[in-house]
């Protein structure tokens, strides 16, 4: 049988690396990889760190690039190789734009469609946006529903989807870090090298979606500062995003601080190991909410809502919008009261045992 995998950005492509491996184990599997480079350099980190080489670059990517862009190109690109290749199954991850062109090309060609990662629901079609219609415009197409949690199988199943097209495999996320995550590693940047990680309370601070931007980002960053700014023993590492205004209002309201350390966006191997060290997260980003729990860390959801809430209602998250209140108490109790604490980094990981991309093969295989 004849595998399609494809993906244009780097969360897509950590989350798929662990399949494209696992089906490279596999005999009788012949596989496909095309990447639409829907974002450029960030993915070509990705699929380096995995010894990924993809049989198609469509390289999409240009500057200022609208949705609209994206989309058609991709579509026309993808049509082209699907036309080519004739796979069995296609298989999209997660909820870019890239998943949504893929899912149609293949729909319109009459191929198989696989969705890993798919369930996710915020309840809000502007939050996150367009990633919240992204998967349900998928949805819509898929044939192979592969839910990482039980919450994930509901909300499909509340959309009317056969439960026979539906499995539960946790997320591969978690897969993706047993391929990152290395003893002693060291960073290029010797300034992360250091960071007191064991006397310090180091926050790992990332910010970057458009809905934040403006006040609730200004919110965040105050609150942060703050906290940090009356508990002596906090130090912030924040990777601050290319966004001009993401930037603009990091170095207006964190820059010169002694205890905060505004860095370059990382590429995701020592991204994660940074993760494995520091002593909680805030984060606004989705993928963060399933690495983060893995590596028992306490996660304050910078959002207003979250299409994860397992991490929630397991207690490894805290979804705290964005007042500077909230913000500032949630972070300061963390700082300060070690039960709270503890309950959130030992609370059980909801996203799986790193065993997903094995259970998603072994699915498609039987199924063909």
Known sequence: MKVMSVFGTRPEGVKMAPIIKELEKREGVEQVVCITAQHRQMLDQVINIFGIRPDYDLNIFKPGQSLTDITTNSLKGLEDVIKKEKPDILLVQGDTTTVFAGALAAFYQKVKIGHVEAGLRSGNMYSPYPEEANRKLTGVLTDFHFAPTRTNLENLLSEGYSEDRIFITGNTVIDALKYAIKDGYTF??????????????????????????????????????????????????????????????????????????????????????????????VTDSGGLQEEAPALGKPVLVVREETERPEGVEAGTAKLVGTSYDNVYNNLKALLEDEKLYESMAKAVNPYGDGTASEKIVDIILSKF
Not at 193 to 220: A, C, F
Not at 222 to 247: G, I, M, Q, Y
Not at 253 to 278: A, H
């Open 188 to 281: 290029s940047d010797d300034r992360l090298n250091n960071v007191d990680y064991i006397g310090k309370k180091v926050i790992l601070l990332t910010s970057h979606r458009s809905e934040n931007i403006g006040k609730p980002m200004e919110n965040i960053f105050t609150a942060v500062r703050d906290a940090v700014n009356e508990h002596e023993e906090a130090f912030v590492v924040f990777p601050v995003h290319l966004n001009p205004k993401v930037r603009s209002i990091a170095n207006e309201i964190l820059g010169d601080n002694d205890r905060i350390l505004l860095i370059e966006p990382m590429d995701y191997e020592p991204f994660t190991n940074l993760m494995s060290r520091v002593h909680v997260v």
